[in-house]
């Protein structure tokens, strides 16, 4: 099937599909004119690739996980569930960062008088 259409069935935009074959998450074949043209099972690799963009997983670790997830369920190795709970902590340090950053920003705010108030902590009243 063409680009057209694999975007159609997996979601994905064509250039979606082309930064993800120059990224080497997909291997289309090219017809003689050099179309892309892509098989069937290349419409859930998409969607699984989506998925896992979707959760916060950079291409490099996409690729990585890509040939563990290609794999019979009963032939995986560790790895993925090994690289799978790095990222969940990462993603939690992420989160905390994040929910500091917030809680300091909400202090901040907090402290400022509502538009047109005089005075406010630090301010004096004229």
């Not at 892309?36 to 990585?64: N, S």
């Not at 790895?79 to 902590?89: C, F, G, T």
């Amino acid at each position: 099937m063409r680009i057209g259409r694999m975007a159609a069935l997996s979601g994905a935009s064509p250039r979606s599909l082309r930064h993800y074959e120059d990224v080497g998450l997909l291997r289309p074949a090219r017809s003689p004119s050099g179309q892309r043209v892509y098989e069937a099972a290349d419409v859930d690799r998409v969607i699984t690739i989506q998925h896992l963009l979707a959760g916060g997983l950079g291409t490099a670790v996409v690729k990585d996980l890509l040939p563990c997830l290609d794999a019979p369920a009963h032939e995986r190795t560790g790895h993925l569930q090994d690289r799978l709970r790095e990222e969940v902590e990462r993603l939690e340090g992420r989160r905390r960062e994040l929910a500091r950053q917030v809680a300091v920003l909400g202090d901040l705010l907090a402290e400022q008088p509502p538009p047109g108030a005089r005075g406010g902590p630090g301010r004096p009243v004229a």
